[in-house]
T-cell receptor, first 113, second 112 residues
């Protein structure tokens, strides 16, 4: 069946450094790739997303890149801050009409002050 | 944080009991979803619904049931057949086919 592999499972960085989280998906028909941030005990919230017709998207300190050929997409956080500490989930969605999200297993990011 | 609500926030169940978790949204979204999250784990899909009166099983539907009688509501019943129901349950909704999912605040279910 479809799956999404996410790495690493935990990541510790010094404040101000960059963090990169990588996901690989199996269904080549997937066409929407969101990233969610979940703080402890809270609900997941969308931080950035990308569609299959775009290779890169940036929003301030956060960027996502997509390589459809390799079925691979990545989250990049620059100038990390303590409030970036959370669990991050990637997902692959589609094909169109299925409404089904396939989530990665999550990455726990710790930003050390 | 408004738009999709879940109740109760905490729920305690005795073994052998059925319990129902509420999920309501006022976002006019067609699609609604239920996920289970265990400590330190990802999101596993229990059931999802694309339209009223229609729903599909997700990856871990055994021991759970749902209904979708109204667009705004998608309650989840955890039955006594679910052997290990202690978990954090998240409801979500989305507009259209491939769009952002909005999550509710979650219900933490504990079996006593």
């Amino acid at each position: 069946g479809e799956n999404v592999e996410q790495h690493p499972s935990t990541l510790s960085v010094q404040e101000g450094d960059s963090a990169v989280i990588k996901c690989t998906y199996s269904d080549s028909a997937s066409n929407y790739f969101p990233w969610y941030k979940q703080e402890l005990g809270k609900r997941p919230q969308l931080i950035i997303d990308i569609r299959s017709n775009v290779g890169e998207k940036k929003d301030q300190r956060i960027a996502v890149t997509l390589n459809k050929t390799a079925k691979h997409f990545s989250l990049h956080i620059t100038e990390t801050q303590p409030e970036d500490s959370a669990v991050y989930f990637c997902a692959a969605v589609g094909p169109s009409g299925t409404y089904k999200y396939i989530f990665g297993t999550g990455t726990r990011l710790k930003v050390l002050a | 944080d408004g738009g999709i609500t879940q109740s109760p926030k905490y729920l305690f169940r005795k073994e052998g009991q059925n319990v129902t978790l509420s999920c309501e949204q006022n976002l006019n979204h067609d699609a609604m979803y239920w996920y289970r999250q265990d400590p330190g784990q990802g999101l596993r899909l229990i059931y999802y619904s694309q339209i009223v009166n229609d729903f599909q099983k997700g990856d871990i539907a055994e021991g759970y049931s749902v209904s979708r009688e109204k667009k705004e509501s998608f309650p989840l019943t955890v039955t006594s057949a679910q052997k290990n129901p202690t978990a954090f349950y998240l409801c979500a909704s989305s507009r259209g086919t491939v769009n952002e999912q909005f999550f509710g605040p979650g219900t933490r279910l504990t079996v006593l």
